[in-house]
């Protein structure tokens, strides 16, 4: 009975611990112009992502996402947040900014979908104007 009320009451804790992590939508950023930061999230089933427009003209669009996931997609301009409720990689983009490859990461948990999220990232990549190659970096983060 003890074990089973500890139990319980760890599970209805477990929201408590969950992060939220803020990624900004900037025009120029470390890893030069059109930018998530930062672009690479690590993060623990349950935690929510942030993404905050710090310029007009910025959302975010989910281009991969693990098996059980729900696709996102925000208003332009608006502050969303996404809950990442089943472990993989996320690959997500700034549509009006997407041939300028501002793109971004997110791992949570195992890697489970990592071939698909490399082929998301990889298309992403391939039909950039400018920035070739950062999303490639980002994905070279996922463990």
């Not at 500890?6 to 804790?13: G, H, N, R």
């Not at 007009?56 to 301009?77: C, I, M, T, Y």
């Not at 983009?93 to 949570?108: A, L």
Request: with cysteine; glycine share 6%.
């Amino acid at each position: 009975m003890k074990k089973s009320l500890f139990t319980l009451l760890v599970l209805a804790a477990a929201p408590a611990f969950a992060a939220n992590h803020e990624v900004k939508m900037l025009d120029n950023g470390k890893d030069g112009n059109m930018v998530f930061e930062p672009a690479f999230v690590n993060a623990k089933p349950g935690d929510t992502v942030t993404f905050i427009p710090t310029h007009k003209g910025h959302w975010v669009q989910s281009k991969a996402v693990p098996a059980g996931a729900k696709d996102f997609l925000s208003k332009e301009n608006e502050k969303f947040t996404v809950k990442l409720d089943k472990e993989g990689v996320y690959v997500y983009t700034c549509p009006p900014h997407r041939m300028m490859n501002m793109s971004g990461v997110i791992q949570v948990g195992k890697a489970t979908n990592k071939a698909k999220a490399q082929a998301a990232a990889d298309e992403l990549d391939k039909r950039a104007m400018q920035n070739k190659g950062r999303l490639k970096k980002y994905m070279q983060m996922v463990k």
